[in-house]
C-alpha cells in the first residue's frame, strides 16, 4: 500500500471539492421556492436533461462561443476543458481494459501508469498508451497557449484580459503545472517500466539524461498528486469554480430558470459560473474601470460590490450577448441597482387622465421623441398620407414609460407611472401601439401586461404599411449607414425590419459591428455617472466605426441615438421615419414621375 | 401671502440671509457634479420637463434654491420628477442633471426627509 501514500493529496482535494459541491447544491436547494423545485421534478426526467448534457458538451467541452469570438482562443479552451475530459474517459477505459469489473475509485485511472506500472500486458495495451500521449499532447497545447496568451493576449483575439487576484494566479499556476508534472512523472516511470508512448517516453529520456528517473520518479508523482489537490482545493476560491457550477447552472437553465428581480440561487450559480475570461472587457465602451461586467461579478461574488461598478455603465447589453457562459449581466446590475436605489419616492398625484379618443392605433412618442420634432412631425406625415386613423397619446408632451427610472432601480416608482400610461392605453380600446422610441417600446412589452395589444416600433409599422400598399417610396442613390440601437436590437431584437426599410429608399452600407454586436451611442439613459467628456468620447468612436463606409445619411431607429449622434457626426443623422417621409410617393401618377426621373438620372450617372 | 383680488399677485419676500444658510446640500453636490457650478439658469430644464407640463415643478428654481441654501421643499419637490433625462440631453452646459437628482435623492433619504 506503500506506492499509493503519494495519491492522497489528490484524494484530499477531489474529496473536499465534491463535498463542498454537495453542500452547495443542498443549500441552493432549500433557498429554493416550491414553484422552483416543480420545475426541477418536472424538468429532470424530460427531454430538457437531455439538451442540457448536449448544451454541456458543446459549451463547457467545445467552447463553440467562444471559437466564435477567435478560434485560437477556443482551441486554448477546448484543449484544456475538452482534453482533460478525454483523459479523464480514455483513462477509464483503458484502467477498466486491464482490471475488467472491478469497480475504480478515480484516483485508479489517474495515476494507472504509476500504481500498475510492473505488471504485464491488458488489451489494446499499445493502443491506449499511445491515445493517453496523444491527447496529453493535445492538453500540453492548450497550456502553452494559455502561457503565452498571459504575455501576449492579442495574438489570441484579446486586447485586454482579466486583472488576477492572488487566489486565482495560485490556482492558475496549480492547473498550469499539472500537465507538464503529468509529462514528466509519467516520462520518468516510462522509461523504468517501459509502459510509455511517444511523447512520455521521449520526455522520460531527456529526464534521464539529467538526472537518473528512480531517484526522480516519486517526487514527481508527488508533484502531480499535490498540483491536482492544490487545484481541487483553491476550486471555491477561484475563478475555476466554473467548471462544476457551469453544468450545474446549464442544468437549472434548461429546466427554465432565469435571472430575475432578485439575488437568490441561479444568480448565485451564474455568479459562480464566471470564468473571468475577460471576453467581455473588449465588447465595453466604457472607459478602463472596476464597472466592467467581469470585476463586477467578481464585486459581488467577493462581497465588494462598490456603487459605481453597477452604476457606472450604460446597459447597452453587449457584455451579455457575447458572454460564453450566457450571464445576464444586465439583470444583474439591475438587481443591483434595484437593491440600492432609495425607490418609493416620486410622487406623481398631479397626473390626471383626460379625454381620450377612441381609435384603433395609438401613437406614443415618448419623451426622447419629443426633442426632436422632426421624427414627429414625419410620422404623422406618413399616417396622413397611408389614410390611418390614429390617437397622438402623448401629443402635449406626455408621461414617461416608466424606463428611465426601472433602469435608475426605481421599480416602485417606475410602476406608478406604468399604471398610469397603461390605463391611458387599454382606456383607447386600441389593438395596435406604435412607438418611436425603443426604450419606451421595451418597457410595454416587459411592464405593461398589454394583453391583447400589438407593440410596435415606427420602423415595423411603416414597414407594415408599405406592405399593404398603403404607402408608396422611391428608392434613391443616396447611401445609408444604419445603427441599430440598444434597446431595439439586443434588447427587443428588432433588427431585419429597419434595413429592410431603409433598402427600399436607398442603398444600405453594412458597417462592422452591427446587428447583435452594434455599438452603442453614448447617450444611454441607464448611465447616471458618465461625464459629457466621457459619453462624447464614446460617441466619436462609436461614429468612428459605424461611418467607415463614408455614408450620405446616418439612419437610426433611436431619437436619444439620433440626439446624441447628431451632436458629433460629420454627416446627417436621421430618423429612420424622416427618410421615409422624404422618400415617400404622395400619389400614383407621382410614382411613375419619380421611377421616370431616377432612371434618367440613373443613365446620366452609368 | 398672495393677493389676487385685483388681478396680480404680490410674492413675499425672498430676501435671505447667506450667513444663516446651510450649504451642505449643495456642497455634496458639487462634489459629486462638478458642472452643477457652471449652470447658467437659462431654464432650459424646465421648458423641457416632463413633469413641468403637468404640475408646477420646476428644475431651475430647485437648482436654484439649492444654490440658495434653501433647502426645505427639495424633497417634496424633487418626488415629482420623472427622471426621463430630457433636462440632461437639452442643458446647453452639458451639465449632468439626472446624476444632480440621484446625489440628492441620496443625500436626503440619508438626512430622513423622504417620510415614505
Known amino acids: 500500500m506503500h506506492t499509493e501514500l503519494f495519491t492522497l493529496p489528490f484524494r484530499a482535494g477531489l474529496t473536499f471539492i465534491l463535498l463542498y459541491l454537495f453542500v452547495l447544491l443542498i443549500r441552493w436547494l432549500i433557498r429554493m421556492s416550491p414553484e422552483d423545485i416543480r420545475k426541477i421534478t418536472a424538468g429532470f426526467l424530460s427531454s430538457k436533461s437531455i439538451s442540457a448534457i448536449r448544451e454541456i458538451f458543446s459549451e463547457s467541452l467545445l467552447h463553440r462561443k467562444i471559437f466564435k469570438v477567435n478560434p485560437v482562443l477556443g482551441y486554448m479552451h477546448m484543449s484544456l476543458a475538452f482534453g482533460w475530459f478525454l483523459l479523464i474517459v480514455t483513462g477509464s477505459i483503458q484502467s477498466i481494459s486491464y482490471k475488467s469489473g472491478e469497480f475504480h475509485l478515480p484516483y485508479y485511472s489517474i495515476f494507472f501508469n504509476k500504481l500498475e506500472s510492473t505488471t504485464g500486458t491488458y488489451p489494446l495495451k499499445g493502443f491506449f498508451e499511445f491515445a493517453m500521449d496523444l491527447i496529453l499532447l493535445f492538453i500540453l497545447s492548450g497550456v502553452f497557449l494559455a502561457f503565452y496568451k498571459r504575455f501576449h493576449s492579442s495574438k489570441l483575439g484579446m486586447k485586454k484580459t482579466t486583472h488576477l487576484k492572488i487566489k486565482d494566479k495560485i490556482a492558475l499556476i496549480s492547473l498550469w503545472l499539472i500537465f507538464p508534472l503529468r509529462l514528466l512523472a509519467e516520462g520518468a516511470t516510462s522509461v523504468i517500466y517501459h509502459n510509455g508512448s511517444f511523447l512520455t517516453e521521449s520526455a522520460g529520456n531527456v529526464l534521464g539524461s539529467v538526472i537518473s528517473p528512480e531517484i526522480i520518479e516519486m517526487p514527481l508523482w508527488w508533484a502531480y498528486s499535490i498540483s491536482l489537490g492544490v487545484f481541487f482545493t483553491s476550486l471555491p476560491f477561484s475563478r475555476y469554480m466554473h467548471i462544476p457550477v457551469e453544468m450545474i447552472l446549464i442544468f437549472f437553465r434548461n429546466y427554465g430558470f432565469r435571472t430575475c428581480d432578485k439575488y437568490g440561487p441561479f444568480t448565485n450559480m451564474e455568479i459562480l459560473s464566471c470564468s473571468r475570461c475577460g471576453i467581455c472587457i473588449d465588447k465595453c465602451q466604457m472607459p478602463e474601470s472596476e464597472s466592467r461586467a467581469v470585476y463586477f461579478i467578481r464585486g459581488i461574488r467577493d462581497n465588494q460590490l462598490n456603487d459605481l461598478q453597477f452604476e457606472n455603465c450604460m446597459m447597452c447589453g453587449r457584455c451579455t450577448e457575447i458572454c460564453p457562459v450566457g450571464i445576464d449581466i444586465n439583470e444583474m446590475r439591475m438587481i443591483s441597482r434595484k437593491n440600492s436605489a432609495t425607490d418609493n419616492i416620486g410622487n406623481y398625484d398631479y397626473l390626471h387622465h383626460g379625454k381620450m379618443t377612441r381609435t384603433d392605433v395609438i401613437f406614443f412618442a415618448g419623451c426622447m421623441t419629443h426633442l426632436s420634432p422632426s421624427i414627429i412631425s414625419s410620422i404623422r406625415g406618413i399616417f396622413s398620407i397611408a389614410g390611418i386613423n390614429y390617437h397622438f397619446m402623448d401629443k402635449d408632451g406626455g408621461v414617461c414609460c416608466g424606463r428611465p427610472l426601472k433602469l435608475a432601480g426605481r421599480h416602485k416608482d417606475a410602476a406608478k407611472l406604468v399604471k398610469f400610461n397603461r390605463e391611458e392605453i387599454i382606456n383607447s380600446g386600441a389593438r395596435t401601439l406604435v412607438t418611436s422610441c425603443p426604450i419606451c417600446m421595451k418597457t410595454f412589452i416587459e411592464d405593461y401586461e398589454l394583453k391583447n395589444i400589438r407593440i410596435l416600433h415606427h420602423s415595423q409599422y411603416i414597414l407594415e404599411l408599405w406592405k399593404d400598399n398603403r404607402i408608396h417610396l422611391s428608392k434613391q442613390l443616396m447611401t445609408l449607414a444604419y445603427h441599430d440601437p440598444c434597446e431595439l436590437g439586443r434588447g427587443l431584437s428588432v433588427y431585419s425590419e429597419p434595413a429592410e426599410l431603409l433598402r427600399r429608399i436607398g442603398i444600405l452600407k453594412t458597417s462592422y459591428p452591427h446587428g447583435k454586436d452594434s455599438l452603442c451611442c453614448g447617450g444611454s439613459l441607464a448611465n447616471t455617472t458618465l461625464s459629457l467628456k466621457e459619453k462624447d468620447q464614446i460617441t466619436v468612436e462609436a461614429l468612428q466605426q459605424i461611418l467607415v463606409n463614408n455614408p450620405q445619411y446616418l439612419a437610426t431607429s433611436c431619437p436619444l441615438c439620433k440626439k446624441t449622434f447628431s451632436k458629433l457626426s460629420p454627416v446627417p443623422v436621421k430618423d429612420i421615419a424622416e427618410l421615409i417621409f422624404l422618400n415617400i410617393i404622395h400619389d400614383k401618377n407621382q410614382k411613375r414621375r419619380k421611377i421616370f426621373t431616377e432612371r434618367k438620372q440613373e443613365s446620366v450617372i452609368f | ?116
Open chain 2, 1 to 116: 401671502m398672495r393677493n389676487n383680488k385685483f388681478g396680480f399677485t404680490i410674492h413675499s419676500d425672498n430676501q435671505i440671509n447667506l450667513d444663516e444658510r446651510d450649504f451642505n446640500l449643495y456642497h455634496k453636490i458639487i462634489s459629486g457634479e462638478a458642472g452643477f457650478m457652471s449652470c447658467i439658469s437659462c431654464g432650459s430644464c424646465t421648458a423641457s420637463c416632463t413633469a413641468a407640463a403637468y404640475t408646477d415643478f420646476n428644475y431651475r428654481q430647485l437648482c436654484h434654491n439649492i444654490r440658495r441654501g434653501q433647502n426645505d421643499a427639495v424633497a417634496k419637490e424633487l418626488s415629482k420628477c420623472m427622471f426621463c433625462g430630457k433636462c440632461s440631453l437639452i442643458c446647453p452646459r452639458g451639465i449632468n442633471t439626472r446624476k444632480i437628482i440621484n446625489l440628492l435623492h441620496k443625500e436626503l433619504s440619508k438626512t430622513g426627509q423622504y417620510a415614505y
